[in-house]
């Protein structure tokens, strides 16, 4: 027998035909076994398990795609408002203001001037 990754998920196709299995072990009445890791009654249980802790999973996801959307939406208002403050340093304060610059804003005397390129004539 090979060694067993728990880390990795299950393919779901795995997982559907041993949930076939289980289903068709319902079936044979006779079935009995010393193993207790393979007995119908603990077979049984851990399916229970598996089902409420798949729920579980599919409510948490749930719960933490609403989050996300919360989270980003509300980066995009933070990230609105701040550019509408800057607009307003801007303008009450003008763009080659302190305050502007304060705010995260070039002042218009830093910026650079364009220059014209020098024209290499050719032979």
Same mark, same amino acid.
């Given at each position: 027998?090979? /060694?067993?990754?728990?880390? #990795?998920? @299950? %393919?779901?196709?795995? /997982?559907?035909?041993? /949930?076939?299995?289980?289903?068709?072990?319902?079936?044979?009445?006779?079935?009995?076994?010393? #193993?207790?890791?393979? !007995? $119908? +009654?603990?077979? =049984?249980?851990?399916?229970?398990?598996? @089902? /409420?802790?798949?729920?579980? =999973?599919?409510?948490?996801?749930?719960?933490?795609? $609403? +989050?996300?959307?919360?989270?980003?939406?509300?980066?995009? =208002?933070?990230?609105?408002?701040? @550019?509408?403050?800057? =607009?307003?340093?801007?303008?009450?304060?003008? !763009?080659? !203001?302190?305050?502007?610059?304060?705010?995260?804003?070039?002042?218009? !005397?830093? %910026?650079?001037?364009?220059?014209?390129?020098?024209?290499?004539?050719?032979?």
């Amino acid at each position: 027998m090979t /060694i067993q990754d728990k880390t #990795r998920r @299950l %393919r779901p196709q795995a /997982i559907s035909q041993d /949930i076939d299995s289980f289903h068709g072990l319902q079936t044979v009445s006779t079935y009995n076994t010393t #193993r207790a890791d393979a !007995s $119908a +009654a603990n077979l =049984e249980e851990v399916y229970q398990a598996m @089902l /409420i802790s798949q729920q579980t =999973e599919t409510e948490k996801l749930a719960l933490y795609r $609403a +989050a996300a959307d919360a989270a980003r939406l509300a980066e995009w =208002e933070f990230h609105n408002a701040v @550019l509408a403050m800057k =607009e307003v340093v801007r303008g009450q304060y003008g !763009s080659d !203001s302190d305050q502007a610059q304060a705010v995260g804003l070039k002042k218009k !005397s830093d %910026r650079k001037r364009p220059s014209r390129k020098k024209q290499v004539a050719m032979a």
